[in-house]
């Protein structure tokens, strides 16, 4: 069973330029979370999807924006970047329904992102 | 608000040793889950336990063994015997309900264990 992928793995952008990060979930998960990851300011929610819509957001600035497809994969993108916006940005994939295993997420390898 | 403390940084201890990470949270809800997710170096977080707040057995899994208390509000998790493959960054984290996707996570705990 393939684990949750995230392209691309590494890239670097400059200031006020856009980037598109993508996620390709655990085949029958419906729900697709995406976090950052920085040094000073850990692990922190995004946004989630769930049958492509958001179903939760996070505390974030507008530029940071997300969609989600009918086959689940994801996309999260951050416009007019800043050197702030430099971080792992991790995708998770769950079932995003009620029953036990509901919540536990299964995080991809995570999305670099360093702005110069 | 929710939140979670992982006061310890940095743990550092030579291989075979015990070690416990701490995990304090704050929350209003009576209902909620705690997780531990493990970091390797290669980035992705790896799920090691859900524990939610009615259910507050300890649980031992391997060498892996995690403490729940209520009434401290804790949720600490105790590696034995510890090898060098431990070696990661440890976060602790919690969600307000069955199916939320947003967990709030510790800073994290990096354990190094040293041959």
């Known amino acids: 069973k393939a684990g949750v992928t995230q392209t691309p793995r590494y890239l670097i952008k400059t200031r006020g330029q856009q980037v598109t990060l993508s996620c390709s979930p655990i085949?029958?998960?419906?729900?697709v979370s995406w976090y950052q990851q920085t040094p000073g300011q850990g692990l922190q929610f995004l946004f989630e999807?769930?049958?492509?819509?958001?179903?939760n957001k996070g505390n974030f600035p507008g530029r940071f924006s997300g969609r989600q497809f009918s086959n689940s994969r994801s996309e999260m993108n951050v416009s007019t970047l800043e050197l702030g916006d430099s971080a792992l940005y991790l995708c998770?994939?769950?079932?995003?329904?009620?029953?036990?295993?509901?919540?536990?997420?299964?995080f991809g390898a995570g999305s670099r992102l360093t702005v110069l | 608000a929710q939140k979670v403390t992982q006061a310890q940084t940095e743990i550092s201890v030579v291989e075979k040793e015990d070690v416990t990470l701490d995990c304090v949270y704050e929350?209003?809800?009576?209902?909620?889950?705690l997780f531990w997710y493990k970091q390797p170096p290669s980035g992705e977080l790896v799920f090691l336990i859900r524990?939610?707040?009615?259910?507050?057995q300890n649980e031992i899994s391997g060498r892996y063994s995690w403490n729940f208390q209520k009434s401290t509000s804790s949720f600490n998790f105790t590696i034995t015997a510890s090898q060098v493959v431990d070696s990661a960054v440890y976060f602790c984290?919690?969600?307000?309900?069955?199916?939320?996707?947003?967990?709030?996570f510790g800073q994290g705990t990096r354990l190094t264990i040293n041959p």
């Open positions: 998770a994939s769950s079932s995003g329904q009620g029953g036990s295993g509901a919540n536990v997420l299964t």
């Open positions: 085949s029958g998960h419906r729900s």
């Open positions: 999807y769930f049958s492509e819509t958001q179903r």
């Open positions: 929350t209003r809800d009576t209902t909620y889950y």
């Open positions: 524990r939610n707040s009615f259910d507050e």
């Open positions: 984290a919690l969600s307000h309900r069955q199916g939320a996707q947003k967990l709030v």
